[in-house]
């Protein structure tokens, strides 16, 4: 297997994880708040949506950021990118700084 497809699943897997941790709180606190939904329900439900808005509408983010918004021209650029971008959110969120994780990975880019 080639290294760089390694990296990239674990980057995939470090970025996701880290714009959950950072944008996890914006659709459960309203309904965990209000006692609509335990923690733990939101969270699932939080899950599960997040996992089909990735897989049904990915590719139309994708097409976005090709469409003129960055210029990624190898893979190498795609993987600094995407690590810049998630030690960035892992930081902010980390030091409790409201950041947008969208602005990030265009400015990882």
């Given amino acids: 297997m080639d290294i760089t497809i390694v990296i990239g699943v674990?980057?995939?897997?470090?970025?996701?994880?880290?714009?959950?941790a950072n944008d996890a709180a914006n659709p459960t606190s309203c309904?965990?708040?209000?006692?609509?939904?335990?923690?733990?329900?939101?969270?699932?439900?939080?899950?599960?949506?997040v996992f089909?808005?990735?897989?049904?509408?990915?590719?139309?983010?994708m097409k976005t950021f090709g469409g003129g918004i960055t210029e990624i021209r190898s893979i190498y650029d795609a993987i600094v990118a995407t690590l810049a971008a998630g030690i960035w959110i892992t930081l902010a969120s980390?030091?409790?700084?409201?950041?947008?994780?969208?602005?990030?990975?265009?400015g990882g880019s």
């Fill in 10 to 20: 674990l980057l995939m897997l470090y970025i996701a994880w880290s714009i959950g």
């Fill in 31 to 49: 309904a965990v708040g209000a006692g609509v939904l335990n923690i733990k329900k939101a969270l699932i439900l939080f899950s599960i949506f």
């Fill in 52 to 61: 089909l808005g990735s897989v049904l509408q990915g590719w139309m983010v």
């Fill in 94 to 106: 980390y030091l409790g700084m409201p950041i947008s994780t969208t602005h990030s990975a265009v």
